[in-house]
Every structure is written in C-alpha cells, then in structure tokens.
C-alpha cells in the first residue's frame, strides 16, 4: 500500500487504542498495519486521527521479537509465549486484533502493554509485545479523511 506521508520522530505519535487487522514480517522488517489509523499530534485530539497507517520496525535478529499473552487457567494468571510468525498468523487470519495501550522504550529494544481481541471468550487477553531493534521505527500513514470541510 501507497502512504502520503512519511516520519521517524516516535515521540510525534502514539499507538494507543489503535489496532492492527494485519501484519507482515519481510526481510528483517516487521510491519503492522492499522486501517483505522494512528495518533499524530499534529492533528486533532480525537483517537485516532490519521488516515490509514503502517509501522514499520526493523528488527534486530540478535535481540528478535518476544510476545507474551496473559490467560487464566484454573485461577491462575500464566504467560504463554507466541512467536512472532504465530501472532502475525493470528492477526492476519482474523482470530485476533491486536490493541496497543502502552510503549516503553528500552536499549534497543520497545515494550508495547497491549490488548488482543478475538470473537470468543473472554474476548480479550492482556499481553506484552517486545521488540528489538536498533533503527527508528518508521510511521507511513495517509491524511485523515475530509468530512463536511472538517477533518474527520
């Protein structure tokens, strides 16, 4: 897909409440896609305000991709770990959207506090997304929609 616009500088935009429906991983490069945008603050408050958008995160092989899904079993909170390759599985195939809350930013590495969705019970997991890498993430998004004269 086509993006009109094009930024490095992460402390200009946020993932919170936005989800992703699909995701790749090419070439050492992870890409997730939100079709219902990002948050840029240079736009309106509203949550979110792009059009559509893609993050793009080069990944350090050495450092990779660890996620982490928190489900109750027999009243106990476990972590069951998911490879990259199955999330992006997951979220591709429409079993879950993926919901970012929270980033913390690490020595090479960012830490996402976020949410899965899926269309049976519970309907949503808590999970963490760690991802490393030593180049800047790259946010590619499009305008957010006119409406009546006003951004939408």
Known sequence: MEYDLISTDKEKFSLHD??????????????????????FEDYSDDWPNTGNAAV???????????????????GNVIRREYTMEQLIEKINNKEWELEFAY????YQEILYMCWIWCNHEPYSYECQFF???KEEVVFRWNPPQQIYGQVK
Do not use: H, W
């Open 131 to 133: 991802i490393g890498t």
């Open 103 to 106: 980033r913390y930013d690490g």
């Open 18 to 39: 936005c989800r992703t429906t699909s995701a790749k991983y090419e070439d050492g490069q992870l890409t997730l896609y939100f079709p219902n945008g990002i948050f």
């Open 56 to 74: 793009e995160f080069l990944v350090d092989p050495m450092r990779g991709v660890s996620f982490y899904l928190f489900e109750e079993c027999e």
